[in-house]
């Protein structure tokens, strides 16, 4: 089983949208896929729920209760993609960092965002996992308007940062309406949608490796 976490030391960044696509893409591949939901709001749990009558559908499993949440995962479960609780930051999510595969830490162009993220990435780094290079981390930047100057230096900045940057997805309205459907992307075969599926590419394939 391949556990991937989802975290960010700040809300609104689209953690929960990256969670719940990573898990509809391993349960569209075929995979049984598990949702650990440990965000107070429980986002992540509704959409799975609404997903439920798909063939494609996904475990939602509450991870607001450490430890406990191992329990109720299937042993068969080829996936398990948790959505951390927003704002916190590594000492918070241990329990999740001494199990995890790999750590996905969304960014958005802001200046506020990024300043954010500096304390959450010094904290991950201080993992004796992450640190030992055990426990990989990715950096994803999230929601980008390619044509304004603050998303092509907000690219430009996370190149630069100590983790690399394995994802580059553009804002799109169609991510609000699929969340509300409980699906995905990767649901859809239209040519627009594959545009957009194409900016997933590169985070999945780090997230094979």
Same mark, same amino acid.
Do not use: C
């Given at each position: 089983?391949?556990?991937?976490?989802?975290?960010?030391?700040?809300?609104?960044?689209?953690?929960?949208?990256?969670?719940?696509?990573?898990?509809?893409?391993?349960?569209?591949? *075929?995979?049984?896929? %598990?949702?650990?939901?440990?965000?107070?709001?429980?986002?992540?749990?509704?959409?799975? !729920?609404?997903?439920? @009558?798909?063939?494609?559908?996904?475990?939602? %499993?509450? *991870?607001?209760?450490? *430890?406990?949440?191992?329990? !109720?995962? =299937?042993?068969?479960?080829?996936?398990? %993609?948790?959505?951390?609780?927003? *704002?916190?930051?590594?000492?918070?999510?241990?329990?999740?960092?001494?199990?995890?595969?790999?750590?996905?830490?969304? @960014? !958005?162009?802001?200046?506020?965002?990024?300043?954010?993220? %500096?304390?959450?990435?010094?904290?991950?780094?201080?993992? =004796?996992?992450?640190?030992?290079?055990?426990?990989? @981390?990715?950096?994803?930047?999230?929601?980008?308007? =390619?044509?304004?100057?603050?998303?092509?230096?907000? @690219?430009?900045?996370?190149?630069?940062? =100590?983790?690399?940057?394995?994802?580059?997805?553009?804002?799109?309205?169609?991510?609000?309406?699929?969340?509300?459907?409980?699906?995905?992307?990767?649901?859809?075969?239209?040519?627009?949608?594959?545009?957009?599926?194409?900016?997933? !590419?590169?985070?999945?394939?780090?997230?094979?490796?």
């Amino acid at each position: 089983m391949k556990t991937v976490l989802v975290a960010s030391s700040k809300g609104g960044v689209g953690k929960t949208t990256i969670a719940t696509h990573l898990a509809a893409h391993a349960a569209l591949a *075929g995979m049984n896929t %598990v949702l650990v939901d440990a965000d107070p709001q429980a986002s992540a749990t509704r959409w799975a !729920q609404r997903r439920s @009558v798909l063939e494609s559908a996904v475990l939602p %499993v509450d *991870g607001s209760h450490r *430890g406990k949440w191992r329990k !109720q995962v =299937p042993e068969d479960t080829g996936q398990t %993609v948790i959505d951390a609780p927003a *704002g916190a930051m590594a000492r918070e999510l241990a329990a999740f960092l001494d199990i995890a595969d790999a750590v996905v830490v969304p @960014v !958005q162009p802001s200046t506020f965002d990024i300043e954010a993220s %500096v304390p959450f990435l010094d904290s991950l780094a201080l993992h =004796p996992r992450v640190r030992r290079g055990e426990l990989r @981390v990715g950096l994803v930047a999230n929601r980008l308007r =390619p044509w304004t100057s603050i998303s092509r230096q907000t @690219v430009e900045l996370l190149q630069r940062w =100590p983790y690399p940057l394995v994802g580059q997805l553009r804002d799109s309205q169609a991510y609000v309406l699929l969340s509300g459907l409980g699906k995905s992307l990767f649901d859809y075969h239209s040519a627009h949608v594959r545009e957009h599926q194409a900016d997933w !590419q590169p985070l999945l394939k780090w997230l094979r490796k």
